[in-house]
Antibody
């Protein structure tokens, strides 16, 4: 059973960089067939796709965030990471890491989510 | 980006009711449509993938249909554990956008 766990600071100051890591257990990021994803949910709102990475390092970023987002993968640690620069209060959200299955084109596993608040 | 809309935005229903939620894409997405259920404070859970395929372990009272731009999620007989928010997501082209959600609550 694959499990994903987000980790990182819960509070980030405006203009700084938000950094989160997702540790995957029960499956290998290098096995292929999946995109490893970051998705966020603003308080009381819907879901927003931030971006995806394949184990080869290929990335897809949401154009609305592309200038500020970097997603990377460390296959040796079975982790992938999110960096979002120049954050503002509008980036306050619950951030989920997730596994997107290519064959079904759906997200079959999610982390529990971590609330990141942007505030001075 | 492909825009996804859902209707209704909320629905009040009773246990045993049949509930239908509609999702519409701003352009054709073939059958690349997934339905999720989310309960408060929890991550979403996949119900239906590729428009009409039931995810393993999901009760058969959930069903999906549609292709192109118009899709539906049907709960044939609403159970107490089904009160939640439901989202559709297209996976035809990146970014894989979500609908705004439909909240199903108790009448």
């Amino acid at each position: 059973q694959v499990q994903l766990q987000e980790s990182g600071p819960g509070l980030v100051k405006p203009s700084q960089t938000l950094s989160l890591t997702c540790t995957v257990s029960g499956a290998s990021i290098s096995s292929g067939g999946y995109y490893w994803s970051w998705i966020r949910q603003h308080p009381g709102k819907g879901l927003e796709c931030i971006g995806y990475i394949y184990y080869t390092g290929s990335t897809f970023y949401n154009p609305s965030l592309k200038s500020r987002v970097t997603i990377s993968v460390d296959t040796s640690k079975n982790q992938f990471s999110l960096k979002l620069s120049s954050v503002t209060a509008a980036d306050t959200a619950v951030y989920y890491c997730a596994r997107f299955e290519v064959m079904t084109s759906g997200i079959d596993s999610w982390g529990q989510g971590t609330l990141v608040t942007v505030s001075s | 980006d492909i825009q996804m809309t859902q209707s209704p935005s909320s629905v009040s229903a009773s246990v045993g009711d049949r509930v239908t939620i509609t999702c519409r894409a701003s352009q054709g997405i073939s059958s690349w449509l997934t339905w999720y259920q989310q309960k408060p404070g929890k991550a979403p859970k996949v119900l239906i993938y590729a428009a009409s395929n039931l995810q393993s372990g999901v009760p058969s009272r959930f069903s999906g249909s549609g292709s192109g731009t118009d899709f539906t999620l049907t709960i044939s007989s609403l159970q107490p554990e089904d009160f939640a928010t439901y989202y559709c997501q297209q996976a035809n082209s990146f970014p894989f956008t979500f609908g705004p959600g439909t909240k199903v609550d108790i009448k």
